[in-house]
């Protein structure tokens, strides 16, 4: 190949071998010839470099030191574990309020996604930054763990975390849940785009029931619609209600939906699983990475955004920032506006209970 075009970029560093991390699409340089384009080395101190590169900043200030820092989490992207930890430093700021004050499980890689992983809800032993719960949260187990801060969250990427997963409560009133969260799954030979339309209807309905909801990539395969609730209800409540919705949807479009288990109901449909409603499931959080191939990330969108989404993987520990820089508003912005909702017993009623 011969260079012609000229484009320029932002990016952290250079790697040892020669390529650029973390890097960013500026502009397109019609003002300068390929032929005139050289390495350039940072003049130190000549420069603010910190202006250019906020992320070189925030690498060196990491709230919590990272011990092998080079190490490759996931092989097919090279996001190695201390660019997942700036990572979370750097979107800790979107991520925290959606985090704090709620009971975390992690999914933790020590060696990488392609080696031995585990999913721990309870702290063993102590995580510098992470909080433990009172044991009486969650009596017969070790204390729950709770991330605050970023403090924690970079503390947990230390001990090899990638995936955070949060309760539906906080942890100050742990038997009333703040939220219902519906997990859409493609089935067999679903295309994303009717992953896409399953949460606009199911959007619909919540909608016409009067409650708003809200939309993320799992990081994964779907989506998840969350409905954001007052303190009021309780777990069988909400979990209950859950249900009626994922029944009634596979109800009224028997062709595009199911709310039951297993892969052979699913074939062909989008799988509403209500399970992440009982006291104590789990649901990704919203802007944790994922530990799969490519390191993509829940994230929340604005639902007029939906239609345009290639897949649930569209964004990643490489690119999401730059689309929460760019974003001119939260697309939750509306989140806590809604966070008073209540599931009325005509609600109920509607839905055919
Ligand atoms: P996708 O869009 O690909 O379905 P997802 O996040 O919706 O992504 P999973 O990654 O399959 O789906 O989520 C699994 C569920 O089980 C989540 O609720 C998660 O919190 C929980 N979970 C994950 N691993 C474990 C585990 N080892 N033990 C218990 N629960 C787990
Ligand atoms: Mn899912």
Redesign the pocket.
Not at 218 to 222: A, F
């Given at each position: 190949m011969r260079p012609t075009l000229v484009a320029e970029v932002r990016f952290a560093e250079w790697t040892r071998d020669g390529h650029v991390r973390q890097a960013s699409f500026h502009a397109m340089r019609t003002d300068k010839p390929a032929k005139e384009i050289r390495r350039e080395t940072r003049r130190s101190g000549a420069v603010d470099s910190s202006k250019e590169m906020p992320s070189m900043q925030k690498s060196s200030a990491l709230p919590v030191k990272i011990t092998h820092g080079e190490r490759v989490m996931d092989t097919h992207s090279g996001v190695t574990k201390l660019e997942l930890a700036e990572y979370y430093d750097a979107v800790s700021h979107w991520m925290l309020p959606h985090l704090a004050d709620r009971p975390v499980?992690v999914?933790r890689a020590p060696e990488g996604i392609g080696g031995e992983m585990f999913?721990q809800k309870h702290a063993a032993k102590t995580i510098t930054g992470v909080h433990m719960l009172d044991p009486a949260l969650d009596p017969d187990h070790e204390p729950l763990m709770q991330i605050d801060d970023t403090r924690g969250l970079v503390g947990a990427v230390q001990m090899g975390s990638v995936e955070l997963?949060t309760w539906n409560a906080r942890s100050d009133l742990i038997e009333r849940p703040d939220r219902v969260i519906f997990?859409l799954?493609p089935g067999k030979g679903v295309t994303f785009a009717q992953i896409v339309e399953g949460a606009q209807l199911i959007r619909g309905l919540l909608e016409e029931l009067g409650l708003k909801a809200f939309v993320k990539t799992?990081?994964?395969?779907?989506l998840?619609v969350v409905t954001p609730l007052a303190r009021r209800h309780e777990w069988d409540f909400a979990k209950g209600f859950a249900e009626a919705v994922a029944k009634h949807m596979a109800h009224v479009f028997p062709d595009r939906f199911t709310a039951t288990m297993g892969p052979k109901h699913r074939v062909g449909k989008c799988f509403i699983d209500y399970l992440?409603n009982y006291r104590g499931?789990?649901?990704?959080c919203a802007y944790s990475a994922r530990a799969r191939e490519g390191m993509a990330v829940s994230m929340p969108v604005h639902w007029e955004e939906l239609s345009d989404l290639p897949g649930?993987d569209a964004w990643t520990v490489r690119n999401a920032l730059d689309r929460l820089t760019a974003l001119k508003e939260d697309p939750w912005a509306d989140y806590i506006k809604a966070s008073q909702q209540r599931v009325t017993k005509t609600m109920l009623d509607r839905l055919g209970r």
């Open positions: 499980a999914l999913f997963h997990d799954d799992s990081g994964g395969k779907g998840h992440r499931a789990t649901t990704v649930a």
